[in-house]
Every structure is written in structure tokens, then in C-alpha cells.
């Protein structure tokens, strides 16, 4: 099973962008029952939870991001999204997508890089 995230890139600081990610090798039902959730880890720092969302879309956030970012699934398609708003330096990070208890293999992740 392989999350493959995209979407990311440079951005000013107040900017928006959205990530994306596809799971592979897994079937629609085994993506519909797991919390799916958006992971970022910045240099030289730990893997931390950004957001989760159940499969009927009930979603958590952590305090940082809480009113910035949005995150939303595709359940038919197995896609998950991240949309980011008000970017600020310190988002910066590689972003990643796993299921809450990260159960599934960690993809190559896609660099976000807010600048000041």
C-alpha cells in the first residue's frame, strides 16, 4: 500500500496551496475504514499530525493550523487533500499521508516551502 502525495511547492508567506494524495494498493473499503490523516515534518524536526478526517468526514486539526487548513477525502477514488491557506514560514515541511494509527508505508512525501 503506497500514499503517493503531490501538489506541493514554493509560496509566498499568506499564500494558499493544496496537496494531494493517492493511495494505491488498497481497496476502496480498506481506504473507507481507517481515519485517514496529513503529516509534515520539518527539518531537523519530528513528524507531527496536521489533520485527520473519518469517513464521514468528521475532521480534527491540530492548534497551528486550526482555521488555516482544510483537509477532505475522496472516498471513490481514495484521494485525500489538504487545502492551505494562509501560509506562514513555519509550515514549512515535507508533507505526508497515512492513516492515524500509520498503518500504511510512508510515500516520498511533497515539499511545501513557504518564503518571508
Known amino acids: 500500500v503506497q500514499p503517493v502525495e503531490s501538489g506541493g511547492g514554493l509560496v509566498q508567506a499568506g499564500g494558499s496551496l493544496r496537496v494531494s494524495c493517492r493511495i494505491s494498493?488498497?481497496?476502496?473499503?480498506?481506504?473507507?475504514?481507517?481515519?485517514m490523516g496529513w503529516y509534515r515534518q520539518a527539518p531537523g524536526k519530528q513528524r507531527e499530525l496536521v489533520a485527520t478526517?473519518?469517513?464521514?468526514?468528521?475532521?480534527n486539526y491540530a492548534d497551528s493550523v486550526k482555521g488555516r487548513f482544510t483537509i477532505s477525502r475522496d472516498n471513490a477514488n481514495k484521494r485525500l487533500h489538504l487545502q492551505m491557506n494562509s501560509l506562514k514560514p513555519e509550515d514549512t515541511a515535507v508533507y505526508y499521508c497515512?492513516?492515524?494509527?500509520?498503518?500504511?508505508?510512508w510515500g516520498q512525501g511533497t515539499q511545501v516551502t513557504v518564503s518571508s
Open positions: 497515512n492513516s492515524d494509527t500509520q498503518d500504511l508505508y
Open positions: 478526517i473519518t469517513r464521514l468526514s468528521a475532521t
Open positions: 494498493g488498497i481497496i476502496t473499503s480498506e481506504f473507507n475504514s481507517r481515519i
